[in-house]
C-alpha cells in the first residue's frame, strides 16, 4: 500500500518505521526539508498543508491508498473529497477534521455524546475572552482552538493574565484559526492518556493507561501503566469507545482524561498515535502504538494487546537556538540497564523543542516511581548542544 503522511515528526517518523517493516510505500510530507520522517521514508514533499491547492497537487501526484494525517495544521476539509475519491483517510475524514479543531471535538464529546468535560467557553478577541473567563471562573485554562504539545496554552490566575494569555495563544496557534477555548479548571488528581484502537472487521481495544506529567502544555514523563481504579478505567474506557464509534474510521487515537474525586472527566483526543505513548517503545506492550496504528489502518486483525513490561519514558529538550543540534552523553545512557533512547533527528533547535527521549522498561511488579526516576535520570545524562 501506498501511505501520504501529513507530518513527519517524532511520531511520524517511528509511524515511518513500523510501515517499512512490513513493506509498506510512504511519503511523508512537512513545511521543511529533512523532517524526521523524511529521513526514513521512501520519499518526500515540502508544502504548506494548509494550502489546499498543494495539498490537493500532492495527493494527485501519489494518489496514494491512505492519507495519514500527524499533525494539526492541515486543510482537512478537503479529507471529505479525498474519502469521495476513494482514498481512505485515516481514521476516517470526519475524525481528522473534527480532532484538528478543538471546537468541534469538544462540542461532539459534551453536546452530542454527553461526556463530562471542565465548563467551558469559546472567544475570538481578548474582550470575548475576558467575558468568557468571567463566566467559566479562575483559575482556569485557555488554549488555541489549533496549536500542539502544549503551544499557546496558560493557565489564568486572575484578570491581570488575560491579555497576556490572549496574546500568547494568537502566537501559539497553528492555522488560521484565530479562537480559544476557555476551560473552567478541573481539580484533578491526576491525567491519563488511553490508547484506543478502532478496528474495522475486529472489536475497539485498549491499552494499558498512561500517566504523564506535563510543563508548559508539554509532556515531560509518561508511565505505563497508570495508577487508576476499576471503576474509573471502565468509565474512560466507555468515553472513549463513544467518542471514537461518533467519529468512525480505524486506527489509533490517543483520549486524554482527567481522573479527579468526583469522577472521570473527558479532555481531547488526537486521532493518531500519542506523544504520551511513546511510553511503548521502552517494550510495554507486545505491540508499540505506532504499530497499532499500521495494523488497525490496513486491516490486519490486533487479537489483543498485552501489558508485557512497566515503562516510562522522559524528553530530552533543546535550550538553545541552532541550526546543526549535536548531542553529548550518549555513552552514558547507552551503558545504563534496561534503558533506550530515540534521538529524533530534528534539524534544528530551540528552547525547550523535544529532541530525544529517554525510555526504560522493568518487570511488571516494579514500582512504577521506581522506573520514572531512572528514566528521568537516563534523559539527564544526554545534552543538546547549538
Not at 114 to 134: F, H, I, M, P, S
Request: negative net charge; contains cysteine.
Amino acid at each position: 500500500m501506498k501511505i501520504l503522511l501529513l507530518g513527519s515528526g517524532e511520531l511520524g517518523k517511528e509511524f515511518v518505521i513500523a510501515a517499512q517493516r512490513i513493506g509498506q510505500i510512504v511519503i511523508a510530507v512537512d513545511s521543511y526539508e529533512n523532517a524526521p520522517a523524511m529521513q526514513v521514508a521512501h520519499a518526500f514533499e515540502v508544502i504548506n498543508m494548509l494550502d489546499g491547492e498543494a495539498l490537493d497537487r500532492i495527493v494527485a501526484k501519489h494518489n496514494p491508498d491512505f492519507i495519514v494525517p500527524e499533525i494539526e495544521a492541515i486543510r482537512t476539509e478537503r479529507f471529505y473529497d479525498y474519502e469521495k475519491q476513494g482514498i481512505n483517510v485515516v481514521p476516517s475524514a470526519k475524525a481528522a477534521n473534527f480532532t484538528m479543531n478543538r471546537k468541534a471535538i469538544r462540542d461532539l464529546a459534551a453536546k452530542d455524546l454527553g461526556l463530562k468535560t471542565a465548563d467551558y467557553r469559546y472567544a475570538t478577541t481578548a474582550e470575548e475572552l475576558t467575558k468568557a473567563v468571567a463566566e467559566v471562573g479562575v483559575p482556569c485554562v485557555v488554549k488555541p482552538l489549533m496549536s500542539s504539545s502544549g503551544k499557546g496554552q496558560t493557565t489564568i490566575k486572575n484578570s491581570d493574565d488575560i491579555l497576556k494569555a490572549w496574546q500568547y495563544a494568537v502566537e501559539g496557534s497553528r492555522g488560521d484559526v484565530v479562537e480559544v477555548i476557555v476551560e473552567a479548571f478541573v481539580k484533578f488528581n491526576s491525567e491519563i492518556t488511553l490508547l484506543t484502537v478502532t478496528q474495522n472487521n475486529n472489536p475497539t481495544l485498549f491499552c494499558a493507561p498512561i500517566g504523564h506529567r506535563q510543563e508548559r502544555g508539554d509532556y515531560q514523563e509518561s508511565w505505563q501503566p497508570a495508577r487508576i481504579s476499576d471503576k474509573d478505567l471502565y468509565e474512560a474506557q466507555d468515553m472513549a469507545e463513544k467518542v471514537t464509534e461518533a467519529l468512525g474510521g480505524a486506527g489509533l487515537f490517543g483520549v486524554e482524561f482527567f481522573l479527579a474525586d468526583d469522577g472521570v472527566y473527558f479532555s481531547e483526543l488526537s486521532p493518531r498515535p500519542h506523544d504520551t505513548g511513546m511510553v511503548t517503545l521502552a517494550g510495554t506492550q507486545n505491540f508499540n502504538e505506532f504499530e497499532l496504528h499500521l495494523r488497525a489502518i490496513l486491516s490486519l486483525p490486533i487479537f489483543e494487546i498485552t501489558l508485557e513490561k512497566v515503562g516510562a519514558s522522559a524528553v530530552i529538550l533543546a535550550s538553545e537556538n541552532s541550526m546543526n543540534p549535536t548531542y553529548s552523553g550518549i555513552e552514558k545512557i547507552a551503558a545504563l540497564p534496561k534503558t533506550d533512547f530515540r534521538i529524533f533527528g530534528k534539524p534544528t533547535s530551540r528552547p525547550y523543542r523535544r529532541m530525544a527521549v529517554a525510555l526504560v522498561n522493568d518487570t511488571l511488579e516494579t514500582p512504577i516511581e521506581e522506573v520514572v526516576e531512572k528514566a528521568k535520570k537516563a534523559a539527564s545524562v544526554v545534552t543538546v548542544h547549538s
